[in-house]
């Protein structure tokens, strides 16, 4: 996996877990997941996390969203390899998850302007390397465009480029 974000919010507090065919959906719609309240989540090593939480238990090899603080458009997805379920608080469990290598990111965004229609969005991304530049036209290819060093085709347009 070499996504660590995915352009869908979650509320603060919870956690929603989503089947791994559901990461690779129609960008701009929504992965409907079961939403769990988050106890709490701890970095045991680097990419590895313990998340808590009270609710349904998630099935190893699915995918947990966690919330971003201060984003609007981004949740941190981590994939499950092993539960536990807690014995406190009731129907509590434990998932031991792989994610994000490095415990430091930063939440950035830019103003895209589409070269064909001239549309301008904001979108966040995650500076999660030093290679900025590379870090937001991986947000904006997961976003739906089609971005290089070059151009920036929106996701209608892009969209409109598929269908050709
Ligand atoms: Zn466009």
Redesign the pocket.
């Known amino acids: 996996m070499n996504r660590y974000y995915l352009y869908q919010k979650t509320l603060g507090g919870t956690c929603v877990c989503i089947k791994p065919e559901q990461i690779d959906g129609c960008s701009g719609q929504e992965a409907q997941g079961v939403t769990s309240q988050l106890l709490g989540v701890v970095a045991s090593e680097p990419g590895i996390f313990e998340v808590k939480a009270t609710g349904d238990i998630p099935a190893a090899g699915s995918f947990l969203l966690l919330p971003i603080k201060g984003s609007q458009q981004l949740s941190l997805l981590m994939e499950v390899h092993e539960i536990a379920s807690l014995i406190t608080p009731e129907s509590s469990w434990s998932a031991r998850c792989s994610g994000l290598p490095q415990s430091d990111f930063q939440l950035r965004s830019l103003d895209a302007h589409?070269d064909?229609?001239?549309?301008n969005e904001s979108i966040e991304f995650l500076q999660v390397t030093s290679d900025l530049q590379a870090d937001a036209l991986q947000g904006l290819n997961m976003f739906g465009w089609r971005a290089d060093e070059h151009t920036q085709?929106?996701q209608?347009?892009n969209r409109g480029v598929d269908e050709h």
């Not at 064909?116 to 549309?119: A, E, M, Q």
């Open positions: 589409c064909r229609c001239g549309k085709i929106c209608s347009c």
